[in-house]
């Protein structure tokens, strides 16, 4: 299963696979300088867009991975794209994404990192989710504490990412302490 199907709905926010009519917004999300600036991604085109779409709808369903377009519940208006991958083997995944500028600071990311913990831990039987963070991201790391992961691991200038030494700060949550934390 590397799709949430059917979709599903949270308070606020309809969570579901890619569809064509999410290119504008992916296009807008994925050109902004400042969704970029911690990512390993430098801000994209249009037809940069389109390859990434192109891919997601192209996805193997089969693969241990799921892209999921994070639309308002009201409009269907797409607002982040976040992913959920996995090793099947150790029954580890990863979780991480992006909103767009205009819909940051209202709690969408920590109310579907907590539908992402539901699927990997409940309907995946994963056994560890991480998330995984340029120190520096700030906004990142508090939404994943928000979502219940705790800090495992800094990591001091690990990385080289566009011309710099950059530190990671790891992030994870187990499915027995996330049992016993709901
Ligand atoms: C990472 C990212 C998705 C987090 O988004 P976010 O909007 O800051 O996080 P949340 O959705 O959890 O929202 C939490 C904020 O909304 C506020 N908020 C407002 N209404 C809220 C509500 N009803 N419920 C919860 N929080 C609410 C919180 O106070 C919090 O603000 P604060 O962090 O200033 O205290 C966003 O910063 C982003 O897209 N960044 C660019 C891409 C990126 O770096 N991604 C991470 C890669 S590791």
Known sequence: M?????A???????????AERDLDRLSELVADPSVNRYLYSEPRTAEAARTLLDERLARDPDA???DLCVA?????????????WWDPTHRQGEMG????PAHQ???YATEVYGVLLGVAFDELDLHRVVGRCDARNEAS??????????????????????GEWTSE??????AETWRADR
Not at 2 to 6: C, K, M, Q, T
Not at 141 to 162: P, T, Y
């Open 169 to 174: 700060v790891v992030l994870a949550q187990r």
């Open 72 to 84: 308002l519940r009201d409009s269907d208006e797409m607002v982040g794209d976040f992913v959920l």
């Open 2 to 6: 590397a799709r949430l199907d059917p």
């Open 97 to 100: 994404g992006s909103l767009l």
């Open 141 to 162: 790391i508090r939404s994943l504490e928000r979502a219940g992961l705790r800090r495992e691991a800094h990591f001091v200038e690990n990385e080289f990412v566009k």
């Open 8 to 18: 599903r709905e949270t308070g606020r926010l309809r969570l579901r696979p890619f």
């Open 64 to 66: 241990p991975r799921i």
């Open 105 to 107: 600071g209202r709690g």
